[in-house]
């Protein structure tokens, strides 16, 4: 059967099909930029110092997207452990991610909705517990 549809590339990492470290660069940047300017997550941020930051999230997002090295770091849930992070705090963070990938024309790579699922797999440990939706019993 001959298939007109283009095929994933499953044989290459998330890390290689978005463009490899020079793409992570630019997008953590771009993204801490935006993060650092805006009313609702500036404040989570107050007496960070940038430019750490940027080069530890993007260590972080070169592992989390199958790229090379290994985090060493602290977990970014236990980083915000004792914040407020609530639903629209990370909906807000998602919002820029999608900002900056339009800045980048990152979905030009096709490799963008799985990023955005990278990043939104972690929502469940990064948001507050106290604000998760609870079954009822
Ligand atoms: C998918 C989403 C996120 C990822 C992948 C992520 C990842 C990271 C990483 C890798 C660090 C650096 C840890 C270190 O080496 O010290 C960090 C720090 C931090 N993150 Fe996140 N984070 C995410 C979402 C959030 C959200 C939603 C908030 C708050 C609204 C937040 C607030 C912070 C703060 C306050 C720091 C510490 C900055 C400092 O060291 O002073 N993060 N995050």
Redesign the pocket.
């Known amino acids: 059967m001959t298939g007109g549809g283009t095929k994933p590339q499953l044989d290459s990492s998330l890390y290689k099909r978005l463009g490899g470290a020079p793409t992570l660069r630019l997008f953590t940047t771009a993204l801490v930029s935006r ?1 650092f300017s805006d009313p ?2 500036q404040p ?2 107050y ?3 940038p430019v ?2 940027i080069d ?2 993007e ?3 070169c592992v ?1 997207t199958g790229g090379p090295g290994s ?1 060493r ?4 849930q236990g ?2 452990a004792g ?1 407020a ?1 609530t639903p629209e ?2 909906d ?3 919002f820029l ?1 999608t900002a900056v990938a339009d800045e980048m024309d990152l979905g030009a790579t096709g490799a963008l909705p799985e990023l955005k699922d ?3 797999a ?2 469940p440990y ?2 507050n517990s106290s604000y998760r939706p609870t079954l009822p019993s």
């Open positions: 993060v609702l997550l989570f941020f007496g960070t110092n750490p930051l530890q999230l260590k972080f997002l989390l985090w770091g602290p977990s970014p980083v915000v914040f992070v705090h990370f807000r963070l998602m991610v990278c990043l939104l972690l929502e990064l948001v």
